[in-house]
């Protein structure tokens, strides 16, 4: 894009840049600037008169006023073939199970996380903290009803829909391993946008099993299932 924009400045006759070289050419915070031109003060613009520059938007006026695109594509290299480059994690649950009424409560939650260099401490531990938490919904509470006439959904409301709230959840402890993983990018950077929800479910199944003896395969893991 910045060779296109600097390639309309020199072939534009009423531009500072005309028949330029477009290597001596810049674009910086939205002006086209002489690169011999003097290093702007902050907060100080380039006036046209000067013949140092001129705004990008002033240009592309000139010039009808067309916006200008570029494209480019992406892909994964061969290093993709070679490696694995996922996150990944471990997750323990406690669970307490009442022999009488088949009622599932989780006091205790430890998860661990390989997710690459962490960016951001606090919003990281955030994002495993609210997947962890709708991983016990979606083991425990969370089921959509369908009406077998029409397929409508006839619990589409937070009163019949049930989401965990504070007294479902009990103690929950995140960890990050220590990761440098040169080849998945330069920063080392993975995503963790789901990688919080994706073992709880299982490991409250399990951990249900261990407790009970009975294997739920169908979630949520209700009463009426346990009984």
Do not use: C
Not at 3 to 27: G, H, N, W
Not at 109 to 122: D, E, F, P, Q, R
């Amino acid at each position: 894009m910045r060779q296109k924009v600097i390639e309309l400045a020199v072939a534009d006759p009423r531009s500072f840049a005309y028949r330029s070289d477009p290597a001596q050419i810049t674009v910086v915070d939205g002006w086209l600037r002489s690169a011999s031109a003097q290093p702007l003060l902050p907060g100080r613009p380039v006036a046209d008169a000067t013949g140092a520059g001129e705004p990008i938007a002033a240009l592309v006026a000139r010039n009808g006023g067309t916006p200008l695109e570029t494209r480019a594509e992406a892909k994964p290299g061969s290093e993709r073939e070679q490696y694995s480059m996922h996150s990944f994690g471990a997750v323990f649950v406690e669970v307490r199970v009442d022999a009488d009424l088949g009622i599932v409560r989780v006091p205790r939650i430890v998860a661990s996380y390989g997710v690459g260099t962490v960016l951001n401490a606090k919003t990281a531990r955030s994002q495993m903290l609210g997947g962890i938490v709708w991983g016990v919904g979606m083991a425990l509470l969370e089921e959509s009803k369908r009406d077998p006439r029409d397929g409508r959904i006839v619990n589409g409301n937070l009163a019949e829909y049930h989401v965990p709230v504070n007294a479902d959840i009990g103690a929950i402890d995140v960890a990050f391993v220590p990761e440098s993983d040169a080849f998945v990018n330069s920063l080392g950077v993975k995503g963790i946008g789901e990688i919080g929800i994706t073992g709880v479910p299982a490991a409250i199944g399990n951990a249900v099993f261990h407790a009970t003896g009975k294997r739920v395969r169908d979630l949520p893991i209700t009463l009426d299932k346990l009984l």
